[in-house]
Nanobody, 122 residues
Framework: QVQLVESGGGLVQPGGSLRLSCAAA??????????MGWYRQAPGKQRELVAS???????NYADSAKGRFTISRDNAKNTMSLQMNSLKPEDTAVYYC??????????????WGQGTQVTVSS
């Protein structure tokens, strides 16, 4: 079973910080992962890009995330992270990681994590 598992969400006060993590795993199977980025979806709104990798090593951020969020990945550990600082109430949403995973039986397939809730409130 191939999956992306997210962690690190929670309740934080405005101005606070959270670090989200996304781990790729494939039980009983060799796999490869190409992390694409982080997205979020607030109630009543469409899912939107927060931060992503482009061209392999370059990063791209939504205007709302620039200067506050940092995307990173650890290829050795098959993980991707999103460091979020100076959080605002408008950052409240379910955050999803997205990646392409390769396994012998299926080739490259795009996956979404299950989502992790981030709530910014005093």
């Amino acid at each position: 079973q191939v999956q992306l598992v997210e962690s690190g969400g929670g309740l934080v006060q405005p101005g606070g910080s959270l670090r989200l993590s996304c781990a790729a795993a494939a039980s009983g199977s060799m796999f490869r992962v190409n992390f694409m980025g982080w997205y979020r979806q607030a109630p009543g709104k469409q899912r939107e890009l927060v931060a992503s990798f482009t061209g392999g090593v370059k990063t791209n951020y939504a205007d709302s995330a620039k200067g506050r969020f940092t995307i990173s990945r650890d290829n050795a550990k098959n993980t991707m992270s999103l460091q979020m600082n100076s959080l605002k109430p408008e950052d409240t949403a379910v955050y999803y990681c997205n990646a392409d995973l390769w396994v012998v039986s299926a080739g490259w397939v795009n996956y979404w994590g299950q989502g992790t809730q981030v709530t910014v409130s005093s």
